[in-house]
Structure formats: C-alpha cells, structure tokens
C-alpha cells in the first residue's frame, strides 16, 4: 500500500503556540525541519493520548496535538528508511541499522527514546513451486516491519507526563505483503465469547491478520513478537509509580497492523497501559464488532486521513445509518445482503481529516511525507493559512 519513496528524512513543526483554525487543509506539499519537541504536556497526556475521544482538540485542531502526532508519524518514516528496499541487496527486507543506532542513523537523534526490539512480519501465502525461484521480491516471506522503542530519557518523560512505549509500523514493501493485501475478505478471530444477533463475532481482513499471525521458520510471528516485548516492559517499568503508555502508529498496512496490535494488547493483557493508535493513510481492518469490542477494553484509533486517499476508503463496504432512509427502507443492497459477502467492514475511532491538492496520482496522495507535510501546514504559527486555502479550493 505504499511505493517506497527511499530514505527521505521529513521534518515537521515550528514550537506550537496556539491552536490552528481548522482540521482541514488544502495545499501544495512543503517541508521544514524539526527539532526536539519542547511542549509540555504534564498532567493532560491522557487527554491527548484520547482518554475523551479528542473532543475539542480535533475542531479546530490543538497545536500540541498536531505536534504529538507529527512526533508519532516521524516514528513511522524512521521505519521506512531504515528498511531495504533494493532486492538486489544481500540484506534486502531486513534494518539497516542496528537497534542502538537505528533512530539516529534514520534521521531522529533527538528523540528520548531507545529500540528494544526489531519485528518482522511474515506471510501466510504459499506460493507454488515454480514461484518460490522467481525474485527475492515476490519470494521473500519473513521481512522487517517495524520496531519497538521506549522513552528513557527523564526530561522528556517530564515533557510528556508519563514514560511512553512506542510500536512503529511500516507500509506495505514485498511482494507477499502486496499479495496479503488484495485477501479482503473478513475472516474470524478468537474470541473468548460466543457470538449472538446482538454482538456478532469480531472479525478482520484475512490477509492482515495472515502478516500478524503467520509464523515464519526461523521466528515467531509478529504477534507473538509483540507480545513478549510488551510483557517484558511492562515487568521492566509497570510498578515504578511512574504513568505508562503504550503508542501503537503506522502508515498504510502498518496502520492496519497498529490497529491489530492494540486489539491484541487490550485483550491479552488483564490491566494494560492505556494503549493509543495513531495511524496514517489506514485502510478498513475489522467489522464494526471488532471496532466495538476494542472500544470496549479501552483501545483508543485516531486515523489521519487524506480526503484525496483512495486506500483509506477501502476494502470493502461500510453500512450506517446511511444505508436507511426516514421510513427504515434499506439501500439499493440490503444490510443483510451485503453481509453475506464478507466484505462489510466499519471505521474505527475517530477521524482527522488533511485535504491536499486533488490529482490523478493516487501513489502521492497516499504518501506518508504528504500526510506529513499537510499537518505541518496546519501550524498555527500560520493564522489565515486556512482561509487562504479553503479560498483556492474553492477556486479549483
């Protein structure tokens, strides 16, 4: 779900100061360089981590927040440029960088935060025979999808009000995972209760849950990767009386694969850390007893979307209360019709919609340095910026 852009370093924000005048905003790309942070956020952490849902910080959009998720989404560029692309290369889907330098040799050496844990994700397609000796690209089952990372620096724990914990997703690379992408039919998960009209089985993107689940013959899958390096830090820092978050972010499959990940923290673990996913440019994971059920154990979605995205209104159909007109009559295809296709999702938590210039080009509308770059402009050290733009649009 992404064409890899290389190792391109994106900065972000000016100091926040105040907040902009709109969620919303459509203009040209521009980039900038970012420093550390220096906004403190103290005792409302859980307020921007979502303990309410983001009211009031979404309409217009708080500058501390955008800058909190500017932090989130430079996370997740650290992922791609430290990842091999080229499959010519003898360490093609691997880190390019080892874990005690792998932030700042990717562009973030001002961060807080240390790498505990490389992740790798692989696929559960079997390709036939004759396909296992085509190239490195389409063959490769096991690569590298992200990392774990933790805040130990004390001033930035001071700055953000609690030690934060950070699981950071790539996009879509390899061939398989290209492949994993196009099984859009929903596919059941375990679920500890059984199903009734009222609360049907959670379910989920097969091809997603094959990257989060598939074991590979040397490792573990990504799943289970998670798993032990969150119980090994929470042992490590839960009882220090000091507050505990854990940040799940991703851009494209790896926003989906965040989305996995915080459901399964929420519902393995009995007492978690409040756990935020802050995703980009995600497509639809679940149907709407997933979205529910990880509400319900106190999973907080905050997806950013680009209006002009394609990826984030797919796969499959999403039935609301637009499906019903005044009288109750269904749609042109009946609820009921639709689910039997196994391809009725929902969309998860809530929506921060960024408008960018509209093109044909749906590869650089869904670009995670174009989400980037919108939210850096929604700065509000730039006060008419949002009429100013809202003005060309309508002009377009």
């Given at each position: 779900?992404?064409?890899?852009?290389?190792?391109?370093?994106?900065?972000?924000?000016?100091t926040?100061?105040?907040?902009?005048?709109?969620?919303?905003?459509?203009?040209?790309?521009?980039?900038?360089?970012?420093?550390?942070?220096?906004?403190?956020?103290?005792?409302?952490?859980?307020?921007?981590?979502?303990?309410?849902?983001?009211?009031?910080?979404?309409?217009?959009?708080?500058?501390?927040?955008?800058?909190?998720?500017?932090?989130?989404?430079?996370?997740?560029?650290?992922?791609y440029?430290?990842?091999?692309?080229?499959?010519?290369?003898?360490?093609?889907?691997?880190?390019?960088?080892?874990?005690?330098?792998?932030?700042?040799?990717?562009?973030?050496?001002?961060?807080g935060?240390?790498?505990?844990?490389?992740?790798?994700?692989?696929?559960?397609?079997?390709?036939?025979?004759?396909?296992?000796?085509?190239?490195?690209?389409?063959s490769?089952?096991?690569?590298?999808?992200?990392?774990?990372?933790?805040?130990?620096?004390?001033?930035?724990?001071?700055?953000?009000?609690?030690?934060?914990?950070?699981?950071?997703?790539?996009?879509?690379?390899?061939?398989?995972?290209?492949?994993?992408?196009?099984?859009?039919?929903l596919?059941?998960?375990?679920?500890?209760?059984?199903?009734?009209?009222?609360?049907?089985?959670p379910?989920?993107?097969?091809?997603?849950?094959s990257?989060?689940?598939?074991?590979?013959?040397?490792?573990?899958?990504?799943?289970?990767?998670?798993?032990?390096?969150?119980?090994?830090?929470?042992?490590?820092?839960?009882?220090?009386?000091?507050?505990?978050?854990?940040?799940?972010?991703?851009?494209?499959?790896?926003?989906?694969?965040?989305?996995?990940?915080?459901?399964?923290?929420?519902?393995?673990?009995?007492?978690?850390?409040?756990?935020?996913?802050?995703?980009?440019?995600?497509?639809?994971?679940?149907n709407?007893?997933?979205?529910?059920?990880?509400?319900?154990?106190?999973?907080?979605?905050?997806?950013?979307?680009?209006?002009?995205?394609?990826?984030?209104?797919?796969?499959?159909?999403?039935?609301?209360?637009?499906?019903?007109?005044?009288?109750?009559?269904?749609?042109?295809?009946?609820?009921?019709?639709?689910?039997?296709?196994?391809?009725?999702?929902?969309?998860?938590?809530?929506?921060?919609?960024?408008s960018?210039?509209?093109?044909?080009?749906?590869?650089?509308?869904?670009?995670?340095?174009?989400?980037?770059?919108?939210l850096?402009?929604?700065?509000?050290?730039?006060?008419?910026?949002?009429?100013?733009?809202?003005?060309?649009?309508?002009?377009?």
């Amino acid at each position: 779900m992404r064409v890899a852009n290389g190792a391109t370093r994106h900065g972000s924000l000016p100091t926040p100061r105040r907040r902009s005048q709109s969620t919303t905003c459509s203009t040209s790309s521009g980039s900038s360089t970012r420093g550390p942070s220096c906004v403190r956020i103290g005792r409302r952490w859980m307020e921007y981590q979502g303990a309410n849902n983001w009211d009031g910080l979404l309409d217009p959009l708080d500058d501390t927040l955008r800058s909190e998720i500017v932090r989130y989404g430079e996370f997740v560029q650290a992922a791609y440029n430290c990842f091999d692309f080229d499959p010519s290369s003898p360490s093609y889907a691997t880190c390019r960088f080892p874990k005690n330098s792998l932030l700042r040799r990717s562009g973030l050496s001002c961060t807080g935060y240390r790498v505990t844990r490389n992740l790798y994700a692989t696929s559960g397609i079997v390709l036939p025979r004759w396909a296992r000796t085509a190239s490195t690209w389409l063959s490769r089952r096991s690569s590298w999808i992200g990392y774990v990372a933790v805040c130990q620096d004390e001033d930035e724990i001071a700055r953000l009000g609690r030690r934060d914990v950070v699981v950071s997703f790539r996009g879509t690379a390899t061939g398989l995972e290209w492949l994993e992408n196009l099984r859009a039919t929903l596919t059941h998960l375990p679920c500890p209760f059984p199903p009734s009209s009222s609360q049907p089985e959670p379910m989920v993107e097969r091809g997603f849950w094959s990257l989060f689940t598939s074991p590979g013959s040397v490792r573990r899958c990504l799943r289970d990767e998670v798993r032990d390096e969150i119980a090994r830090l929470l042992d490590a820092y839960g009882g220090q009386g000091q507050p505990l978050s854990l940040t799940v972010t991703g851009h494209s499959l790896g926003a989906a694969l965040a989305v996995l990940t915080a459901y399964d923290i929420t519902t393995t673990f009995p007492d978690p850390p409040m756990v935020t996913v802050v995703s980009f440019g995600g497509p639809r994971v679940g149907n709407a007893s997933f979205c529910r059920r990880l509400e319900e154990r106190g999973g907080k979605v905050l997806r950013i979307v680009n209006t002009q995205d394609i990826i984030t209104k797919v796969p499959g159909f999403v039935i609301d209360d637009r499906n019903v007109d005044e009288d109750g009559n269904e749609g042109v295809i009946p609820s009921w019709l639709l689910s039997k296709t196994g391809w009725v999702y929902a969309d998860i938590g809530r929506e921060l919609r960024v408008s960018g210039r509209r093109t044909a080009n749906v590869v650089a509308c869904h670009d995670l340095s174009v989400y980037l770059n919108l939210l850096n402009q929604l700065s509000a050290k730039c006060p008419f910026q949002y009429l100013a733009t809202q003005a060309m649009a309508g002009q377009r």
